[in-house]
Structures are given as C-alpha cells and as structure tokens.
C-alpha cells in the first residue's frame, strides 16, 4: 500500500511548518507505513527547509505519541490516528507554556467502499446492523449508510462517547457501539479491531476491510473461550506482577497500586513492574505465578501462547472473587 491510498496531508504540514518556522520536526508513523517514512521527510526537507527526525520508535496507537521524540522538535506530527480525550488531558511533556506541539495527521483513506459492501452484504444476518469504523474509514460511513439501505438492511452509527467522530472505534474504545443492532460491521484493516468487538460487545463482527477487499467473520464466543481459559490459568497464582505500561496514555498508576492493594488483602503476593515495551521477552525473569496488565487493555490477548498468564485489570477483579464472570465484558 502506497501513499496514495492515504491522505497524508503534506500541504497543511508545510504550511504549519512555514508558518510556525518551525526548524526541526518530528515524524511518527503507525509499524504498516513506517516504509513511507523516508519518502515523506525528503518532501518536507525539499519544501520546507526544515530538518526531519523520523521517530523508530513502536506506535501502538493514539495512546503512544513519542514525548521523547516531541521534547527535541518544535512540531511533531503523529499519522495515523485522532486526538482523543485521553491525550488532550495527558500532562504536557513541557514545563513552560508552548504553542501546541502534536498534530494527528488522521490518514484518511482514498479508497472507495462500494465493492467491499457488496461482497459484506451476502453475510449480514441481522435486521439492524451497527456500522463503525477505524479514523481512516470514518468518512465513509454515511455512504454506507445508504448503500445497505438501498440492499433493505437497517443501519446504526453510535455517537462516541471519547472519541472524536461517530461510528469511530479504537482497539480500547467501543462506546460508539452501545446503540441497539443485532450484528455489526466494520469498515478497516486487520483483526484488532474486529475481535476486540466480538469480544467486548458479544455480537457477530462482519469486517470489511475496503483495501484488501477481504471479509472476515469473527464470533464473540470464540474471542470470550480464549479469555475464560487465561483466566482460569490464572485462578492458582501464589504471586503476581502487576504491570504498568509506560506509554504516555498508558500510564494508570492509581489503577495498579489500588490492585497491588487489594492482591495483598487476598493473601497474594504482588509487585508492581513499570516497562515501556510489554513483551514476552521482558516478562521471562520476573519470577511470578502471573501477570495483570494495566496498560493497553488489550495486550493480554497477544500473550496466549505464553508460559504464564497474562490477564486484564478486569479478568484479575473475578480471580480476586470481586466480579461475577458473567459481569466481565460489562
Ligand atoms: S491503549 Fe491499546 S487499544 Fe487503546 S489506543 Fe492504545 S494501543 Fe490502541
């Protein structure tokens, strides 16, 4: 995939460039268009004058803006998702008083919906079907609106309760879909965002993915299985680690000592462990039964495969006896 799948939107970084004369700025592209990165900042050089630092960094998602890399440009420029809530409440990286330094670029896609649709609809089984989708599809939900209306489908786009658009989802923010519908469609790339749908919402996910033109169906019952066995994986630990993610909207300190607490009330023993990347890798010598993840909500899920469990902040409140299983995805 080209930049011309995306808007990247390079006339207004010049033009905010130029008119902050900004001397140094500062790139940072989701792992998929890392391989664009260099393309970009040799434009902005030629057009600008302005020196380019490309961040290497890993970016997970709005939550993962590179504050390092903003102490040290005067404009850094972040593609790929929207401004949330949860980044404009984050503490500023800068003591003094300085203009706005972070800008989402939100990489609106260029490609038309029309085709995927059509391959959807055959799969929709439901009377009333909820549309959402990633920032980069957002756009094209009203048109979707119309195109399964035209096919005699009932459709719904949720109001966000965090977010900046309808319809718009993040891997750890389905607020958009708490509006009746029996099934649901979504317009993006990958499983992230379908299975933790599945998961979360408990309904059928139908994803339509409008570059590929593939379409996946993903189960709730599936997704739920995978979890209930980490958990109960989890039932026998004697000690565990309570992680917390060092990703500047990560961070939720208060969350992981209050967990600490309450492990140690239960007779557990319990440790708090900070780590910016949360990888089996660096999980391997902390000598604990477990782990509880209080960073991105979702992380427990890539680590099913590994020796210990790995669980959610949430999964630990029913090993404590505090939530009902049934309550869990509440
Ligand atoms: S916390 Fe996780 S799911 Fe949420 S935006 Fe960050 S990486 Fe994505």
Redesign the pocket.
Known sequence: MGTNSYDFELDKIKELIKNRDARRVGLQLPEGLKTVAIEIASEITKDTGAEVIISGSSC?????VDEKLERIVDLLFHFGHSDTFSFKKRKPVLKEKVKRKVFFIELRSNVGIKSVLEKAIPELKGDCVGLVATVQHVHALEEAKILLAHAGKRTVIGKSKNLKYDGQV????FSSVTVPCDEILFLGSGSFHPIGLALYEGKRVIAADPFTMQINIHEPDEQRKKRYIAIGRALDAKSVGILIGQKC??IKLNEATALRRKAVHKGLDAYLIAMEEITEANLLGFKVDAFVNT?????AEDFVQFKKPVISATEFEVVLGERDWKDLWQ
Do not use: I, T, V
């Open positions: 997970y998602g709005a939550c993962d993040l891997g750890c923010d909207g990560q960073a991105c909500p979702r992380l």
